[in-house]
T-cell receptor
Framework: DAEITQSPRHKITETGRQVTLACHQT?????MFWYRQDLGHGLRLIHY???????NKGEVSDGYSVSRSNTEDLPLTLESAASSQTSVYFC???????????FGEGSRLTVL | AQRVTQPEKLLSVFKGAPVELKCNYS??????LFWYVQYSRQRLQLLLR??SRESIKGFTADLNKGETSFHLKKPFAQEEDSAMYYC??????????FGTGTRLKVLA
């Protein structure tokens, strides 16, 4: 069955370190998204991609970057982790026919 | 500006009572609206979308363009409905905007 997976599921890091969260989907969806989930803020869009070599900033993109070298993967990189980036991160891909988003299981990141 | 508002952070109801989770949106175009649900320890998943006009797990939601609302309703809540519910707007250009979510607790 097609799926979307994230890794690592849990990560503890220190301020200033670079962190990469992986996202891999096997639906061959062109559209992929990264969100962060925080209490009181719901889901906020970090970056999104419409296809290979396409990336776009969302509403909370500062301090984050993504790359899209193939259809399946959209890794999210925190160049220099900050405590404000402690959050749960969700990757999603979109079925453009139905408009449905398929989410990964989430990656819980703690920045100390 | 495009916005989705869920005014209630927490909604507690007793089992068997009716449930209404409120969602209001702001969007100048023709909206595509969705409800997503996140059960404890599970990933977010689609509950229903307005264009399909379907009932899933007893839940329904009607798009009211006049009131710019897409409230989620269920006549008789069940304990297994306890979860986090997010209203979402597909604001075109492949961007989704989510509300802040409402945690529903169904009490025995």
């Amino acid at each position: 069955d097609a799926e979307i997976t994230q890794s690592p599921r849990h990560k503890i890091t220190e301020t200033g370190r670079q962190v990469t969260l992986a996202c891999h989907q096997t639906w061959n969806h062109n559209n992929m998204f990264w969100y962060r989930q925080d209490l009181g803020h719901g889901l906020r869009l970090i970056h999104y991609s419409y296809g290979v070599h396409d990336t776009n900033k969302g509403e909370v993109s500062d301090g984050y970057s993504v790359s899209r070298s193939n259809t399946e993967d959209l890794p999210l990189t925190l160049e220099s982790a900050a405590s404000s980036q402690t959050s749960v991160y969700f990757c999603a891909s979109e079925d453009r026919v139905t408009g449905e988003l398929f989410f990964g299981e989430g990656s819980r990141l703690t920045v100390l | 500006a495009q916005r989705v508002t869920q005014p209630e952070k927490l909604l507690s109801v007793f089992k068997g009572a009716p449930v209404e989770l409120k969602c209001n949106y702001s969007y100048s175009g023709s909206p595509e609206l969705f409800w997503y649900v996140q059960y404890s320890r599970q990933r977010l998943q689609l509950l229903l979308r307005h264009i399909s006009r379907e009932s899933i797990k007893g839940f329904t939601a009607d798009l009211n363009k006049g009131e710019t609302s897409f409230h989620l309703k269920k006549p008789f809540a069940q304990e297994e409905d306890s979860a986090m519910y997010y209203c979402a707007l597909n604001a075109g250009t492949y961007k989704y905007i989510f509300g802040t979510g409402t945690r529903l607790k169904v009490l025995a």
